[in-house]
């Protein structure tokens, strides 16, 4: 633990302090809270010239950005989609393995065995209305379930129009 030179908050210094091998103790003396205030500080007061150097800096070194960023997508694709997964849809990495065990691995509409099935082509499912989530199915049922807009009156027409026995065909003869 260690009081900050600039806020005098005491705080863990593994956690509290950025590392630095000039200091004594290998930690900074300013914690974390107060080196980020000071640089949005910074950036405020100077905005014009800080994204000037990062556009100069962006077109010197295009290319070597974009293999850094396809690098960092391909190594952490799975915990960026768990992210974008509990933004759009209020399913954290928990509650979607959860929902799946209670399903009994399978999409509760076509009775697919989920873990058959790549990870992307997994989706929970979610009212738009209200935004909670209700449960994990394939990717096809996902698709369908949304192009009826969610709505019962639309998937029961359509199911009457499947039961029908009367087809194109047989109004022509």
């Not at 293999?67 to 990495?93: V, W």
């Not at 928990?94 to 691995?105: L, S």
């Not at 790549?118 to 209200?130: G, I, L, S, V």
Request: net charge positive; with cysteine.
């Amino acid at each position: 633990m260690r009081a900050c030179n600039r806020c005098g908050v005491v705080k863990p210094i593994e956690t509290g302090y950025y590392k630095n091998k000039k200091c004594a103790d290998g930690y900074l003396t300013i914690c974390r809270v107060c080196i980020c205030a000071e640089r949005r500080a910074y950036v405020a007061k100077n905005y014009a010239e800080v994204r000037a150097k990062i556009k100069t800096y962006w077109e010197e070194n295009k290319e070597d950005m974009r293999q850094r960023s396809r690098e960092y997508h391909a190594k952490h694709r799975r915990r960026l989609k768990d992210l974008q997964r509990e933004k759009q849809t209020g399913f954290t990495p928990a509650m979607f393995a959860q929902a799946i065990e209670h399903q009994g691995g399978k999409c509760p509409i076509c009775l697919c065995t989920l873990a058959d099935l790549p990870y992307r082509n997994q989706h929970a499912d979610h009212c738009h209305a209200t935004g909670q989530p209700r449960g994990v199915l394939c990717q096809k049922c996902n698709t369908a379930l949304g192009k009826f807009k969610d709505d019962p009156d639309r998937l029961r027409r359509a199911i009457a129009y499947l039961d029908a026995p009367t087809t194109l065909l047989m109004l022509l003869d």
